[in-house]
């Protein structure tokens, strides 16, 4: 029997997650949300098999050191236990994404290896439940077992803290990514934001804020007006940033290129092209815009990147299994 691969999408939070009230469970101090995109994506396979040693991760062809083979050991274990499998695996991984550039390739990575493992068990989790084994391994995978707009409902304890499909984003998105930079990212986002959580003292502010901008968000979501949907996702992100700068070491992941990229967007809006730029734990500008508009602005950015750093996504699609 072949085994089968499953494909999750990543996603770019409009209202971040930035800090855990549990590192454990991975359970976020506040809730979150996101838009899927169809151009990241990762496609993993799970096969359990008694004739190997331990688990054998390869990502993208290349066998994994000891390091990144446990992560995935240790998020299989998840899966194994109510299973009642003990074999070893061999996990095959292909991602789809400039890995820790900031467009948050664990959360695409943790989601295709919930669901590959959920086949490989046979455990016929629901999406929901998918969701909450997704969290443990990374708190965005959380939100990449759905397509279009998702939120992560932060919950009151592990097992209400999971995704819920918001819209199906099927109203003339799309999102121009900005790669500024695809080398790894020194300091992880789970390090960024525990420091952050633990001396900023922006940090209460932060988490006043964004409950505020979610709800509003939703509203702009729901009655589909992307102004203030926009407005409100380059303040959320501008805001997580701030609680960086006034952490203890000051963290910041901007380089000068993401200046020159969020100016660009400041003046496309002047002259009458909406759109709205966020970023995550790393240099890479996201610009949220029009999908009609998205070939006009990537032109206009063209002018300061090559095109090969500029990648037009459209809203994708969630967990899905791939044929055998
Ligand atoms: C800035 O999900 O990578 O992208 O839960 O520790 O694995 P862990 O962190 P991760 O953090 C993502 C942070 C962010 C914002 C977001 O995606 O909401």
Redesign the pocket.
């Known amino acids: 029997m072949t085994e089968k691969k499953v494909r999750a999408h990543t ?3 409009l ?4 800090g ?1 009230r549990d590192e454990k469970l ?1 359970l ?1 101090a506040s809730s ?1 949300l ?1 838009l899927t995109l169809d151009a990241f994506y990762t496609d993993t396979s799970v096969a359990f098999d008694s004739s190997i040693q331990q688990d054998t991760f390869y990502l993208n062809g290349v066998l994994q050191n000891d390091v990144a083979t446990k992560k995935v050991s240790h998020f299989l274990d998840l899966f194994r236990k109510p299973a009642g499998i003990h074999s070893p695996a061999l996990i095959k991984s292909t991602n789809f994404v400039p890995t820790a550039a ?1 467009l ?1 390739s ?2 695409s990575g ?1 989601a295709a290896l919930a669901g590959a493992a959920n086949e490989a068990c046979n455990l016929q989790l629901t999406k929901r439940e998918l969701s909450l084994f997704a ?1 443990k ?5 959380t ?1 990449s077992i759905y397509g279009g707009f998702v939120e ?1 409902q932060m919950g009151t304890s592990s097992t209400d803290s999971y995704a819920v499909p918001i819209d199906d984003a099927d109203w003339d998105i799309g999102m121009l990514v900005v790669v500024v930079n695809s080398r790894q990212k020194e300091i ?3 390090e ?2 525990k420091n952050t959580v633990k001396t900023s003292p922006f940090y209460s502010g932060w988490l006043e804020s964004t409950a505020k901008d979610l709800i509003e968000i939703k509203d702009a979501i729901y009655s589909h007006d992307f102004q203030k949907m926009g407005e409100i996702t380059e303040s959320n992100g501008m805001k ?1 940033h701030g609680t960086m700068l006034g952490a203890n070491p000051p963290l910041s992941y901007w380089e000068p290129d993401s200046v020159v990229a969020m100016q660009l967007v400041r003046q496309l809006r002047q002259e009458g092209l909406p759109c709205y730029f966020t970023m ?2 790393g240099p890479n500008v996201k610009v949220l815009c029009r999908l009609t508009d998205s070939d006009k602005i990537k032109k206009r950015f063209e002018t300061h990147f090559d095109s090969d750093q500029l990648i037009i996504a459209k809203p994708g699609e969630g967990l899905k299994v791939l044929s055998e």
């Open positions: 996603n770019i939070a209202i971040k997650y930035w855990k991975i976020p979150s996101s900031g948050a664990s959360a943790m969290r391994g990374s708190g965005s995978a939100r992560w992880s986002s789970r960024g934001m997580m995550d734990a």
